[in-house]
C-alpha cells in the first residue's frame, strides 16, 4: 500500500462500491497510515489474512520482493484467486509466478502507467487511473477467465489496456521509462550544486524522474537490464552525433537533428491529446 | 514580439503603467497579431521607428539576427540609450555590442530564465516573470547607469536578479539549459514512433525540451558550442558508468548512482520552493 497499491484501492472504493478491499503492509508505520486514511475497506496485520478470501490479489512491492511475496500467496489463496502486480518489469515476474503458483492460482501481469516520483500511501489518489494506460501481459498458458476479469478490473478503474507479451512490455518499458530514468539521473548526477542553482522548468522536468525512490529504480533496473543498457547505447550513440554537429559548429546538421526531434514529439503530443492522455 | 518579448511588453504595461511600450517584428504577420491581442502600447512598422525615442531596447530575436539589428539600432537610437537582450548565451552578443554600438548606445545582457518550448506572441503572458530569475552580465567596460537602470526593471517586471560575466553565464547555461535540450533531442531521435506510444508522464516531461523551435536553438548551441560539448560529454562518461553497472547487474553501485542522483535533486528542489521559484 505505497502511492500505486493505495491508489489502487482507493479507486476500487469509489469505482467498484460492490467489491470488499483488504489491504496489507508489512509495515506497521504503513499500516496505521493507511487506516487514518482509509485507503482500503479494511487493514489487516498479515498477508495470509490478506489473500485468504481475495478474488483478486494485487502487488505493489519492490519487484525484489515478488518472488518471495508469491510463495505466501500461494499458500493461503482460495482456488481460482488471481494473482496480478503493479511492476515495471514483466519478464521475471511472469517466471517467479511459474515457479511458486500452483494450479489453483492464476497469474497475470499488470502495468497501470501512472504514478508520480513521490513515495508513500499519503500520495494515493483514487484519479490516478484516469485515462491512463495499462499494459496487461501475458503468456500462451495465462488463464483466459484471469485476463479477461483483470481487462475489467483495470478498465473500470478508468484504464485504457494494452495487450503485451511479457518479452514485449520489457522492450517497450525500458524506452520510454527505464532508459529515462536512467538520463534523468545521469544529468543531475553530472551537474553542480552551485550550477543547479540557476535551474529554469527545463532543467526541472527533465530531472523529475531522479527524485524517484532508488530502491524501487534499483530493481527495476536490475531486472530489465539488457533492453535498459541498449537504449543507453543508442542514446549515447545520438549524443556524440549531436556533440559532433556542435563541436564542427555544422549548422545545417544540428538544425536536422532538432527539427526531427520536435516533429516527433509534437506528433506524440498530438496522439496523447486524441487519447485525452494529456489535456 | 514572440512569447518572451512579447511577455516583456506585456508585464511592463501592467507592472510599469507610466512606461510606454512600443513593439515591432519583422513580420507583418506577427505586427497584426500583437496588435489584435494588444501586446504593447503601440506597434509600429519599422526598427528605427521602435527605438528612437527608446530609453531601453529589448532585443528578443534569434541570437543570429542579433548582430544585424544592433547596427540597426544604433542608426536611430538617441543618446544614453539602453539595450538588452534575452537571449540564452551571452558571450557572443558582448562582443557584437563592442563591435556595432558607438559611446552613445550602453549594453548590458539579460537573461530571464521563463518561457516554454511553446512559440509566438499568442502565448505571450504578462506573469511570465514572476519570481523567475534573470541572469544581468556585464563586464568591466559595462556602464554602471545602465546595468542599475536594467536591474531595476528586471525587478519590477517580477524578476529576482543574478550577475554574471558573460563567459560564467554560457557556462552555466550550458550545462542548465543548452546540455538538458540535446539530451531531449536525444532521447526522442531514438524512440520508436510505436514505442512512444505507450509513454507515460515521465517520457513526456523528460523530453519535453525537444519540442523547442529548432531555429531557435540550432542559434544557441551554433553560439555556444564549446560548453555544449563539454557537458555531454560528461553526461555521456556518466551514461557510461550507469549503464556499465547495469550490465553487470552490480546492484550496489547502481543503488549509489540514483540514490546521488535523487538526494542531489531533492536538495534542489529544496532550495527552489523555499525560493518560491516552484511551488
Redesign the interface.
Known sequence: MGLLGGSVALTAKRALSSVKTVGYSYRAVTRRKARKIGVAGEIVNNISDCVADADIVIVATPISAFEGIFKEINKSAKSKCIVTDVGSVKVLPHRWAAKCFSGKVHYVGSHP????EKMGVEFARDDLFCN??C?LTRQEKTNAAAFRTLRKFWTELGCRI?VMSPLEHD???G???H???????????????D?????????????????????I??DI??TN?DN??R??????????K??KA??E?N?NQ??K??????Q??????K??MNKKE?M
Open positions: 502507467i501512472a504514478g508520480s491512463a494506460q499494459i494494452n522492450k517497450v518499458l524506452r520510454i521509462s532508459v529515462p530514468h536512467v538520463m534523468a539521473a545521469a544529468l543531475v548526477n553530472t551537474s553542480d550544486e550550477v543547479m542553482k540557476f535551474a529554469g522548468k527545463g532543467f526541472i522536468d527533465t530531472s523529475r524522474l531522479a527524485s524517484g525512490p532508488e530502491s529504480w534499483t533496473l536490475m537490464p535498459t543498457s537504449g543507453i547505447a543508442s542514446v549515447i550513440k545520438e549524443l556524440e549531436l556533440q556542435i563541436k559548429k549548422e544540428i538544425w537533428l532538432l527539427s526531427k526531434a520536435r516527433k514529439r509534437s506528433a506524440l503530443i496522439y496523447k494529456l
